[in-house]
């Protein structure tokens, strides 16, 4: 397995960026809402077919992990599994089909009354009395099974296997259940005050890799989850660079989600609405991500609002966030133009240092070489300059540094941008 140095990292960085950056000019509707934000799976009837499988994922520093998954069945593998958006209090259907040479089962954290093949799911045991599955699973090969629930309170959840849970949760059965509020698809829970944008939703389905359990599962050798190191870290199956992409990169086959945000300051007038962003939690230790420049407010945990017993509002802001294992957090997020900063009537106090003072690293950039929204300033002939206008770009990351790498090469893992626009938007879009 090859290692990179920080250097080839920030060059890789630099270059999928480039290859990034037509796809966030947006010319039509359309194309921004497959290009961003969260893709859902829907169906009139709340009826899902999932199929396990195996297939592979790529890293930004070349290398190739085999994986296991759940997949829409009429689609091909991909990482994570599809995100299922349903209505609260309406039936939910998931026929589970299994490809994999050993069982393996959904459980769906947080719904009540789930059943399996019409039966109360329940734990399973073997002959010896020992546990064998936490709800009734799908056979090796070609087994199947069908979960049927009410969709609960309006959030966001896992679901994710049930079958020898530390390692198949490991090799990638995970997925994100988002419910919503019935009569209201553009708030997070049943309160007015959890209304967001429209278009500006957000999963990141946060997780980590230890390719050496996946190379001994490929290689049906045994695997010590006691002894597991992981060494790539996650958002929506992809590290930085690669979380910049936008969905469906055709280069990344098996990893359909981009984890790019992509907003406007917030102005009562023209856009009193923040963007939403769902965080869950699919590995063994905390995750305390944090956007750089703003705060977000916690409206959910786990499915449930944060109020009180006479409907007060418990919601908080927080800066980072840390997202246990198996914990979902739904959060709102605006950024606002505190400073207000102006070349003429308000200008920054601080110069921005010659181009010859600075450190430009890689061959391309996005910062405008100014510090007020909407401006672009010159830039060397030699660099290639991706802002477009001005807009800021914020890094949002994990805070636990070494999930912030891709295998020990800093600048990767689980790390992504906020790009906030100017008021009127880019020319380009």
């Known amino acids: 397995m090859r290692r990179l140095t920080v250097q080839r990292v920030l060059a890789l960085s630099a270059a999928a960026l480039l290859v990034a950056a037509p796809v966030l000019i947006r010319t039509q509707a359309a194309a921004a809402e497959m290009s961003e934000g969260a893709v859902c799976d829907t169906d009139a009837n709340q009826t899902f077919s999932l199929t396990a499988g195996d297939g592979y994922i790529s890293t930004p520093d070349g290398n190739s992990i085999y994986m296991w998954s759940y997949a829409n069945s009429k689609r091909s593998f991909q990482l994570p599994g599809p995100t299922l958006c349903v209505e609260s209090g309406r039936q939910v259907t998931v026929i589970l089909h299994n490809t994999l040479p050993e069982a393996t089962s959904i459980v769906f954290p947080g719904q009540l009354a789930v059943k399996a093949n019409g039966n109360p799911a329940q734990p399973q045991f073997d002959a010896g009395g020992s546990l064998t599955s936490l709800v009734q699973s799908a056979a ?35 997925g994100a259940l988002v419910v919503r509020p019935a009569g209201h698809p553009n708030q997070v829970n049943d309160r007015p005050d959890s209304a967001f944008a429209d278009g500006k939703e957000y999963v990141y389905l946060l997780s980590e890799i230890d390719p050496d359990v996946h190379l001994a599962v490929e290689r049906h050798q045994s695997v010590d989850v ?121 200008p920054i106090p601080t110069q921005i240092p010659a181009i010859t003072d600075q450190l430009l690293v890689g061959p391309d950039t996005w910062f405008s070489e100014s510090g007020y929204l909407g401006t672009k300033n010159p830039v060397p002939s030699n660099l290639t300059q991706n802002n477009e206008c001005g807009e800021y770009y914020h890094i949002a990351h994990s805070h636990a540094l070494e999930q912030a790498t891709n295998y020990g090469a800093a600048f990767g893992g689980m790390m992504t941008v906020f790009r906030i626009d100017p008021p009127a938007g880019c020319a380009s879009q």
């Open 226 to 346: 006691n002894a597991s190191k992981s060494r790539y870290f996650m958002i929506n199956g992809r590290s930085m660079p690669d979380t910049l992409a936008p969905n469906y990169a055709p280069w990344l086959p098996a990893q359909p989600y981009g984890a790019l945000v992509h907003i406007k300051p917030y102005d009562a007038a023209t856009n009193p609405l923040p963007a939403t962003i769902h965080y869950l939690n699919a590995g063994s230790v905390n995750y305390p991500f944090h956007p750089h420049g703003s705060d977000e407010r916690v409206v959910n945990r786990d499915g449930h609002a944060l109020q009180g017993q006479t409907g007060e509002d418990l919601s908080y802001l927080k800066y980072d966030l840390d997202v246990g294992p198996g914990q979902t957090l739904d959060v709102l997020m605006d950024w606002r133009d505190v400073e207000h900063w102006n070349a003429t009537t308000n």
């Open 140 to 174: 090796a090969n070609d087994g199947s099974v069908t979960y049927t629930f009410t969709a609960g309170s309006p959030g966001s959840y896992l679901y994710e296997t049930g079958t020898d849970v530390d390692k198949q949760l490991q090799m990638g059965l995970y």
